[in-house]
């Protein structure tokens, strides 16, 4: 009865014992083997019994909390008693205070759904790996007792077998194999030492609240980082597609390779680097785990909107920029067509426009980089209105503040990058480029606009009709 009070309470008990052993039998000095047992084990005599308690941290039943609603099933293995294990596990809301837990035996398996069970060590024992998993599958909150460490490893073998990514966390030398065999193994900072070497990561805080705030930072992580691929990605369809058209339709090179590099290498790296550093736009915490098998990193929805709707956009501003200053020169776009090699023969300086002017190899090579600097120039516009975007999935960009400095300061830096790249001096010999009349920045500012209304748009149609075709087909 004493024993179950304080178990009850949540301390572990511990029987102290004595026995008196005869001295010819058992001399000073005699080697006592706990592995093959060379003394009795039966016949001691009752002394007492001590509590001890080592109290779960005040943080720890938020944090429980938490990651219950995040999707995270929380199972208790423990060494201790039964009674112990359930009081801690209501002291920290992995059990219901208010409810009774059933006590899983091979004798009594209830069939469907159990809201809270105990499972003990020495049932566990006599259960075949399918009734395991039974309980596993059916106990919305479960506890297993008086575990031993290879019992701990049929544990964690048994969720990885459902499907489940695993966590394990613990401190002493019996928790080792479990913590190496889980597919993330955390041991606390103050655990044993070769605990520590099997875990994947270290707890120098002892801290539980902070695996939840490692999974919250993970996932916003994950978020942020489809948001640098999207943005990222967009500008290879204007790149790719300068170069099929050039090879298809035979018209001067839209955008040059060294262009290409500016953009990829200069004006697109520290935006794509700033949305690192971007804020979770909704409760992180609420949201379901993602499936590993299907649920990538890169999948067809990202790059169905970035290649096939944002890319698009861009790549419409760059051709359109790269027409129109071909047509204020004279050449109009039916001109254009089939006249590649003659364009790029130094032969040729006689090639007339139009409006049948002549234009010497020379003249014919600079207009084409101040064609290819508004191509570029144009891109780097439209990708202005794409990294805002790009900040949220949901929500319009009237209710994400421009509180992102490294985004601010990245869009002041490509601005600047840009205007140094295309108007320096020499630039026309070093990097193929050509000064801008600032006329032709404003087919770049309209696609800015262009991309942006349309993202507003589909946003507000997800927000609006969650589910739809829209959402379904866009929401990477």
């Not at 992995?94 to 159990?114: N, R």
């Not at 966590?167 to 928790?175: E, K, L, M, Y």
């Not at 794409?386 to 999935?393: E, G, P, T």
Request: proline share 6%; hydrophobic share 45%; aromatic share 10%.
């Amino acid at each position: 009865y004493a024993m179950n009070e304080l178990a009850n309470l949540g301390e572990t008990v511990v029987a102290l014992c004595d026995v008196r052993l005869p001295p010819r039998k058992f001399p000073p000095g005699f080697q006592f083997n706990p592995h093959q047992v060379n003394f009795p084990i039966t016949g001691y005599r009752m002394l007492g019994l001590m509590s001890m308690i080592d109290p779960p941290k005040a943080n720890v039943p938020d944090a429980i909390n938490k990651v219950r609603h995040a999707g995270v099933k929380v199972i208790m293995v423990t060494g201790d008693h039964p009674n112990t294990a359930v009081a801690i596990g209501k002291s920290v809301g992995i059990m219901d205070i208010e409810t009774d837990p059933i006590s899983v035996t091979m004798a009594g398996l209830p069939s469907g759904e159990m809201p809270s069970a105990v499972v003990n060590g020495e049932d566990l024992e006599q259960m075949t790996p399918d009734i395991l998993d039974d309980i596993l599958l059916h106990s919305h909150e479960l506890i297993f007792a008086r575990m031993k460490p290879e019992q701990k490893l049929q544990i964690v073998e048994s969720c990885q077998r459902l499907g489940a990514v695993v966590t394990v966390t613990g401190d002493g030398i019996n928790d080792a194999a479990a913590i190496r065999r889980a597919d993330v193994g955390i041991a606390m900072g103050g655990g044993a030492a070769y605990t520590t070497k099997c875990a994947d990561i270290i707890l120098l805080d002892d801290n539980f609240s902070s695996i939840v705030s490692g999974i919250e930072e993970g996932r916003l992580m994950y978020d942020n980082l489809k948001k640098c691929l999207l943005y990222a990605l967009s500008s290879n369809v204007p790149e790719i597609a300068a170069f099929l058209l050039s090879m298809v339709a035979q018209i001067p090179l839209p955008l040059g390779i060294l262009a290409i590099l500016c953009i990829d290498l200069g004006t697109d790296l520290l935006p794509a680097i700033s949305l690192a550093f971007e804020e979770a736009e909704e409760n992180l915490m609420k949201r379901q785990p993602r499936n590993p098998e299907t649920d990538h990193l890169l999948n067809e929805k990202l790059l169905f909107l970035s290649y096939g709707q944002l890319g698009l956009i861009q790549a419409a501003s760059g051709f359109f920029t790269y027409f129109v200053i071909m047509a204020e020169n004279g050449f109009w776009p039916d001109r254009l067509l089939g006249i590649r090699n003659e364009w790029d023969s130094r032969a040729i300086n006689d090639l007339t426009d139009s409006y049948y002017q002549e234009w010497t190899y020379e003249d014919r090579k600079l207009l084409e980089y101040t064609c290819q600097a508004g191509f570029l120039f144009s891109v780097v516009i439209v990708q202005w209105a794409c990294v805002v975007q790009a900040r949220s999935r949901r929500l319009s960009v009237l209710q994400r503040p421009l509180n992102n400095w490294v985004l601010n300061f990245s869009l002041i830096f490509e601005t600047f990058l840009a205007f140094l790249i295309i108007y320096v001096p020499g630039s026309s010999q070093g990097l193929q480029l050509a000064p801008l009349s600032p006329l032709w920045w404003l087919p770049g500012f309209a696609f800015s606009l262009v991309l942006i209304i349309y993202e507003e748009l589909r946003k507000a149609i997800s927000r609006k009709h969650p589910g739809a075709w829209v959402d379904r087909e866009t929401q990477y």
